[in-house]
């Protein structure tokens, strides 16, 4: 398995443009998070899913956000419109979903907004 | 309210000086932690977790349930041990929340 796969690895858009993130997660893994990475605020959690089901969307910034499982093993995160603060390195990872396994991270997508 | 804390953004040492990363957590039921790290331009990986004891790359770290911590140590820092370091937390739920992170800058 080659891992978490992210696409794209860059995306630079206009301010108001629609942005789709997208993720792999790694065969057999049935939990998939949702990562924004910034210099000021950390790693931050905007979602979380267990079994293709939200279970905890409480850390999306808002309604401009957005996340799919359309099945098992794909996931996509989309921000429309994008706005600069939007600007961040976004990871998604996978795991078992049990308590105490590893989570698997993707190379990230680098977003920047212009 | 789960929450993770890790109160140093940065921690500059000199290579051979012992390293102590601070995490305090808040949970209202049994925690797992972890710890992991990110390299420069690398995917973060996990480093260790506290159910396992074990030491990786010298690293330890150990669950001290009533002062709520989970500081990761290594007595002698390497130049290779630069990196971002972060604590996370799951809940029963398989939630992974993270600290905000600590950068670690080991010079020569």
């Known amino acids: 398995d080659a891992g978490v796969i992210q696409s794209p690895r860059h995306e630079v858009t206009e301010m108001g443009q629609e942005v789709t993130l997208r993720c792999k997660l790694i065969?057999?893994?049935?939990?998939l998070f949702w990562y924004r990475q910034t210099m000021m605020r950390g790693l931050e959690l905007l979602i979380y899913?267990?079994?293709?089901?939200?279970?905890?969307d409480s850390g999306m910034p808002e309604d401009r956000f957005s996340a799919k499982m359309p099945n098992a093993s794909f996931s996509t995160l989309k921000i429309q419109p994008s706005e600069p603060r939007d600007s961040a390195v976004y990871f998604c990872a996978s795991s078992l979903g049990q308590e105490n396994t590893e989570a698997f991270f993707g190379q990230g997508t680098r977003l920047t907004v212009v | 309210a789960q929450r993770v804390t890790q109160p140093e953004k940065l921690l500059s040492v000199f290579k051979g000086a012992p390293v102590e990363l601070k995490c305090n957590y808040s949970y209202s039921g049994s925690p797992e932690l972890f710890w992991y790290v990110q390299y420069s331009r690398q995917r973060l990986q996990l480093l260790l977790r506290?159910?396992s004891r074990e030491s990786i790359k010298g690293f330890t770290a150990d669950l001290n349930k009533g002062e709520t911590s989970f500081h990761l140590k290594k007595p002698f820092a390497q130049e290779e041990d630069s990196a971002m370091y972060y604590c996370a937390l799951t809940s029963s739920w398989g939630k992974l929340q993270f600290g905000a992170g600590t950068q670690v800058v080991v010079t020569p």
């Open positions: 899913f267990n079994n293709n089901v939200p279970i905890d």
């Open positions: 065969s057999g893994h049935n939990s």
């Open positions: 506290h159910i």
